[in-house]
DNA sequence: CACTCAACCAAGCAAGTGCTTGGTAGGGTA
DNA sequence: TACCCTACCAAGCACTTGCTTGGTTGAGTG
């Protein structure tokens, strides 16, 4: 009888059922929204109904919570990493920005809900945190820039505060059109972001 | 008896009851979400019932459609403008990118609606026109790039419709951090993309 | 003065929403 | 055999949501 199964069910083999159906989820997120998704449609994506998810859940709240919780921290240890190798501002820039695009590949749902709801989440005492971590974020970014400049690898008339943000929204907003397995690896992407934000799309006509 | 007023009502003076219904729904629905707001907070942000509100609009949809036509109209006249002009492809690519951040500002909010519900709304027939728009846009870009490479302006080693997307991205998404009468003006900050788009963030040592 | 009309109110309906409650099936375990 | 536990079902409650309907008000207009 419980041989439903709606779409995306039998994809993740080994993992538990609990985390099968947070993936169900995160995805309906990140392509429908979290208030736009009801719990009777992450159900019917699962092959079970609404109801039977709060077996596994306490509420519809608490599974982006987890999603986004999970998510930050691994985001957040990949930058821990790159501040504490030894390499050169230039360096670390540029695999911070290939961390962006490799993240988008791997977690593209959760950098997607991200993105499109942490300003509405933020607002709820208990998604605090989301704020928190986009401060994180621009310090990263803010001193890895700071660094460029002060070691003469990058241009000393730059806006720190607005490049900063101009490459966080290139970085991330890539998550609405990027399709892993399409016409573009995230290498591919990263190269020619890279190639433009440090060399701009001029024709250096001195070079010539 | 009528001197509820529940907050941005009487702002607009010469304008008609309904653009200014119109404009208290754009500004809720750029800020909580087409879905997310209800028309009861339309009306309470009025100061009139919900159902009052069906004296002047047909339904909460017809209120984004007709928010969205006005808006690309004008915007895609902006875009003919530059079209049409006799510059080199680098001053009109440069036009282009000034007309975005000006739009955000004297736009945002329809800027901010068609940013974060195009994919939503776009799913219904009745809004099929954003997508038509989304292509059209697409186009003015990337002839203004081919122009731009095929006349010397710019690199010839350039993936074309990733440079327009990664423009097109930090063009519009600055709607979600830009605001008018903050510390940046528009012409700022588009100098400063301009800057870095064309010349790139890296020091030049060659030139030094 | 009779009439019109834009703008609104008061009340409520039907559909959808998150979540609760009490129960069941079936595999494992003492 | 008796028990337990995970994963689910069936039904429904309380609330929210977009929208409808019939009526009221007050500023005009012939």
Redesign the interface.
């Known amino acids: 009888m419980p041989e439903q199964a709606g779409g995306a069910a039998a994809s993740t083999a080994g993992a538990s059922r609990r985390e099968e159906l947070l993936r169900i989820a995160a995805d309906l997120f990140a392509t429908?929204?979290f208030?736009?998704t009801t719990v009777r449609d992450i159900a019917d994506a699962a092959g079970i109904l609404s109801g039977s998810l709060y077996h596994h859940f306490d509420s519809k709240e608490s599974m982006v919570d987890e999603l986004m919780r999970t998510f930050q921290a691994e985001l957040f240890a990949a930058y821990d990493d790159i501040l504490a190798s030894p390499d050169d501002a230039?360096s670390k820039l540029e695999r911070a920005v290939r961390l962006s695009f490799e993240t988008i590949e791997r977690r593209g749902a959760e950098v997607a809900i991200f993105q499109?709801e942490a300003?509405?989440l933020g607002q709820l005492e208990r998604f605090g945190y989301l704020a928190e971590r986009n401060r994180q974020s621009r310090d990263v970014w803010v001193s890895l820039l700071t660094e460029?400049v002060e070691t003469?690898?990058?241009?000393?008339?730059?806006?720190i505060t607005?490049?900063y943000?101009?490459i966080r929204?290139?970085v991330w907003?890539?998550v609405?059109?990027y399709r892993p397995g399409g016409p573009?690896t995230t290498t591919a992407?990263a190269d020619?972001?890279l190639?433009?934000?440090?060399?701009?799309?001029?024709?250096?006509h001195?070079?010539a």
């Open positions: 429908k929204g208030r736009n230039r499109n300003a509405t460029g003469g690898a990058l241009r000393a008339d730059l806006d607005l490049t943000r101009f929204d290139t907003v890539a609405r059109w573009h992407v020619q972001y190639t433009i934000l440090l060399d701009g799309i001029a024709k250096d001195d070079h």
